[in-house]
């Protein structure tokens, strides 16, 4: 089975400046997606961005971009000109390429980011 | 815009109490699903549904039923609720396809005391 692990709780960062998330995931599987979601404190879950294991270049969502490793099996998730709207839980996510049922989602534990004014 | 709306946004039951949530998706969605989400674990999948009927067995489904009778309402019902049970429950629901997302609920704070 699938496995996504986000290994940080809680992350800070002033308004205005860069921070970067990190997610591992574990799989067999050499076909997928892989997400990144947002959930602010109303909690309505939104798609910030997302990657095909088969695309090398790296997604990128204005000031949202990845760097996927898709050897390292690590997408990361960086945050530019950090506002104070960012401030929210992000859950990494993961979804197989196979085509099984609705294509459920595997989710992290989630980071907690905070942005100082 | 997709809209996927949840019956309650909190809810306080009794143990033992049979509880319905349910969610409502207005942009013709196969795909529904539910899930709880808890401090440190993320969220983990209970069911889903990828048509009218159908329903699977997600991750941790034990003390959980659903039920989808019309395409647009997937029902998450708690037999008998226990305090083990006291969550946040959020609905999804995603059109077929790979690569599309998955658009969320506002989600429902259910206690059981």
């Known amino acids: 089975a699938q496995t996504v692990t986000q290994s940080q709780p809680e992350m800070s960062v002033q308004e205005a400046e860069t921070v970067t998330l990190s997610c591992t995931y574990d799989?067999?599987?050499?076909?997928?997606?892989l997400f990144w979601y947002k959930q602010p404190p109303s909690r309505q879950m939104i798609l910030v961005i997302r990657?095909?294991?088969?695309?090398?270049q790296n997604a990128t969502e204005n000031r949202f971009s990845v760097n996927f490793q898709k050897a390292a099996k690590s997408f990361s998730l960086k945050i530019s000109d950090s506002q104070l709207g960012d401030a929210a839980m992000y859950f990494c996510?993961?979804?197989?390429?196979?085509?099984?049922?609705?294509?459920?989602?595997?989710f992290g534990q989630g980071t907690r980011l905070t942005i100082n004014p | 815009d997709v809209k996927v709306t949840q019956s309650s946004r909190y809810l306080v039951k009794r143990t033992g109490e049979k509880v319905f949530l349910e969610c409502v998706q207005d942009?013709?969605?196969?795909?529904m699903f539910w899930y709880r989400q808890d401090p440190g674990l993320g969220l983990r999948l209970i069911y889903f549904?990828?048509?009218?009927?159908?329903?699977e067995k997600g991750d941790i489904p034990e003390g959980y039923s659903v039920s989808r009778e019309k395409k647009e309402r997937f029902s998450l019902i708690l037999e008998s609720a226990s305090t083990n049970q006291t969550s946040m429950y959020l609905c999804?629901?995603?059109?077929?396809?790979?690569?599309?997302?998955?658009?969320f609920g506002p989600g429902t704070r259910l206690t059981v005391t």
């Open positions: 996510a993961y979804r197989s390429g196979l085509n099984q049922g609705a294509q459920k989602l595997v």
């Open positions: 549904s990828y048509d009218v009927k159908m329903k």
């Open positions: 990657q095909e294991a088969y695309k090398q």
């Open positions: 799989t067999s599987e050499s076909d997928y997606y």
């Open positions: 999804a629901s995603s059109s077929g396809g790979l690569a599309y997302e998955q658009y």
């Open positions: 942009m013709d969605h196969e795909n």
